[in-house]
């Protein structure tokens, strides 16, 4: 009789609802890892289970236990998912009392004493890097180990047969990257569903691992305040042309500072020759190194050059000097980041900032005034609630800052409601900002209008925010009622932004209300010699929205939808709406304004053709604002590569 093999089953969730799936990378590197192993080749039959943000706990356990439970199930935990895979866990044992449930992630690691008592059907929590530590644990099962005895494995903890909290020896980082086994070059993670198609949002993928930094909010892999240790070009290569000829749009690199090092320019060489062979990639996002080097210089060119997009970040976090010693962060000195800001700006490259609202130290006053001066270089800049994160500097100190938290509706993070610095009332007035924020500059609803209005019409960034905050707040309309809902529960749900942002996107009447705020009260209060051209861009920010429809309504006739004929360029297909009157050449304008040129040859009538990506439908469930840019309205100069005036 066959000796029936050990069943594991790698359990991973991602935090959005969304028609593609999320790369299920973690689970990809354990499995590959693995069965690099020949005893746990033979005898074990590992395989991914890879649920999206709306799956439901009944659909996850009937997928997961319809053919009986497995031996080992083992979860990539983050905040978002604890809850969901504990659930999970309890059924398991329900079903397989002696099966092993492995817990891993950057939420639960180090956690255990937290972790076992909230959660008892957890068996094993794995801390730091977990390949080999999960190899380790396989092989422990097969050669006849209970869940109680592991004790010869390093970087874990568990319960021993007293039910005392074991945690054993933390495990070497894993200087050699290579040992660990790609996913993609053995197959752990398919490239194509049963249509032959790629079938996730993005690639991720990991050039390094590590991260010099050691800054108070952030447990990056439990590799904060660590040496950088990479994957070597040979295998990153291979891994680019299997992407390459998939035909991949875009590659998500996994890493905390990426175009820190000579090997991030090569990195980025490699990219741009498997699309000169293939077509593809197109484009590349990451965390970009914080302090930017010649080399990030170097790569900026090189992908200008070749027609590689990227939003180019600036991951400030905040401008208040007592608030970034409080996070012990070395952040760039300020004369570096605008001066980059500008030379980006100036090269028509695609910018954005990235702010954290909630730090210690930081209060309404500071925050707005560090917002504006960023501001004025960068429109699309990305706010984020302050959140209180396992293992970091605030965690485990959080007396030390005042710091009040509260765990979230639906999942384990620890959001604040007040500090030191920050009041309750002040907190709850900045969810609502983040909301609007994020609305319309982070994702961005507006992309054009943010700079003209500040040059010739005289209002800030923050002022407009505020202005249609109030504006949410105060309006009677019944249209007005979606936008005042998510912002008001905003503070207390963080998932009301998705919805408002689809409105707006898939219906005319969300446009419409955004329409009525900008004609009753931006455009009266902007100079007389200036309005009709700001009424203009403005228009245009609109009329260039992703096509997209909201299922069940009908499409629209004023703005782009699906019913556009589509074209193929460059490999790419898009709907394209001919001989648009505009009131000006927008593009144009904006550019010349960031150049400090004159810009009479943008102040006239045009008509253009437009080409919308399609696919919008893909990403709009999510809030992905690095992916939805690529689906905005484009022109055909724009669409076609001049580098001189990259899309935004």
């Not at 991030?264 to 197109?282: A, N, S």
Request: hydrophobic letters at 40%.
């Amino acid at each position: 009789m066959a000796h029936r093999p050990l069943r594991v089953r790698l359990v991973q969730q991602g935090v959005w609802a969304m028609h593609l799936e999320s790369m299920p990378l973690a689970s990809g590197y354990l499995m590959a890892t693995a069965l690099q192993d020949e005893r746990i080749a033979a005898e074990a039959d590992i395989q991914i289970r890879n649920f999206d943000g709306g799956a439901t706990l009944f659909g996850m356990a009937n997928d997961l236990f319809h053919d009986g439970a497995p031996d080992v199930l083992a979860f990539s935990v983050l905040g978002w998912n604890y809850r969901e895979f504990a659930a999970l866990a309890e059924t398991f044992k329900q079903l397989n009392p002696d099966g092993w449930v492995i817990f891993g992630g950057n939420h639960v690691s180090h956690q255990a004493e937290r972790v076992f008592g909230m959660h008892p059907f957890v068996d094993v929590i794995v801390n730091g890097e977990g390949e080999f530590t999960f190899s380790d644990l396989l092989l422990a099962r097969l050669n006849g180990e209970t869940a109680r005895t592991l004790h010869a494995i390093d970087g874990i903890s568990f319960r021993d047969a007293a039910g005392e909290v074991v945690t054993t020896d933390d495990r070497a980082r894993i200087e050699d990257l290579d040992l660990i086994a790609s996913p993609f070059l053995t197959g752990a993670i398919p490239m194509t569903n049963e249509r032959g198609e790629f079938p996730y949002d993005v690639a991720l993928l990991e050039t390094n691992r590590g991260c010099p930094y050691k800054c108070s909010f952030c447990y990056w892999g439990g590799a904060v305040g660590q040496r950088v240790r990479a994957f070597s070009r040979e295998r990153l290569r291979n891994e680019i042309e299997i992407f390459a000829r998939h035909k991949v749009h875009t590659l998500v690199l996994c890493d905390a500072n990426f175009g820190m090092m000579p090997i991030d320019l090569e990195f980025v060489e490699d990219v741009i020759e498997m699309r000169e062979t293939y077509g593809f990639p197109r484009s590349i996002e990451t965390s970009w190194a914080k302090n930017k080097s010649k080399v990030f210089y170097q790569i900026v060119r090189s992908m200008k050059e070749a027609g590689l997009h990227s939003s180019f970040t600036l991951a400030l976090q905040t401008l208040d000097e007592n608030t970034l010693d409080l996070m012990n962060r070395r952040n760039m000195k300020v004369n570096e980041w605008e001066s980059l800001a500008e030379w980006l700006g100036k090269e028509g490259l695609d910018c954005y900032a990235e702010l954290i609202w909630g730090a210690p130290g930081e209060t309404v006053e500071s925050f707005m005034k560090g917002y504006d001066r960023l501001a004025n270089h960068v429109s699309r800049v990305a706010v984020y609630p302050m959140l209180i994160l396992p293992n970091t500097t605030y965690h485990q100190e959080k007396e030390k800052f005042g710091l009040v938290t509260v765990r979230g509706n639906t999942d384990d993070f620890e959001y604040l409601l007040s500090h030191d610095t920050m009041s309750p009332r002040d907190n709850q007035y900045m969810h609502r900002f983040i909301f609007v924020s994020r609305l319309v500059a982070e994702n961005p609803v507006f992309r054009h209008m943010w700079g003209p209005v500040r040059e010739l019409g005289g209002m800030t960034q923050s002022e407009l925010i505020r202005s249609l905050m109030e504006w949410f707040e105060n309006d009677q309309d019944p249209g007005v009622e979606p936008f005042r809902t998510g912002m008001i529960n905003s503070f207390t749900d963080s998932d009301v932004l998705a919805p408002v942002l689809a409105h707006v996107y898939g219906t005319d009447e969300g446009k419409d209300v955004l329409r009525r705020w900008w004609r009753e009260v931006i455009s009266p209060a902007m100079p007389r010699e200036h309005r009709a051209l700001l009424d203009a861009v403005f228009d245009y920010d609109l009329l260039t929205l992703p096509a997209y429809t909201t299922p069940g309504r009908p499409m629209s006739a004023e703005y782009a939808s699906e019913r556009l004929p589509q074209v193929e360029v460059n490999g790419e297909n898009f709907y394209v709406w001919h001989d648009v009157r505009l009131g000006c050449d927008v593009p144009a304008l904006v550019l010349a304004l960031r150049r400090g040129e004159p810009f009479d040859h943008a102040v006239r009538e045009v008509v253009r053709s437009l080409y919308y990506k399609v696919g919008a439908n893909h990403f709009l469930p999510s809030t992905n604002h690095e992916e939805i840019v690529y689906y905005m309205g484009r022109l055909e100069r724009q669409l076609l590569g001049d580098n001189a005036e990259t899309v935004v």
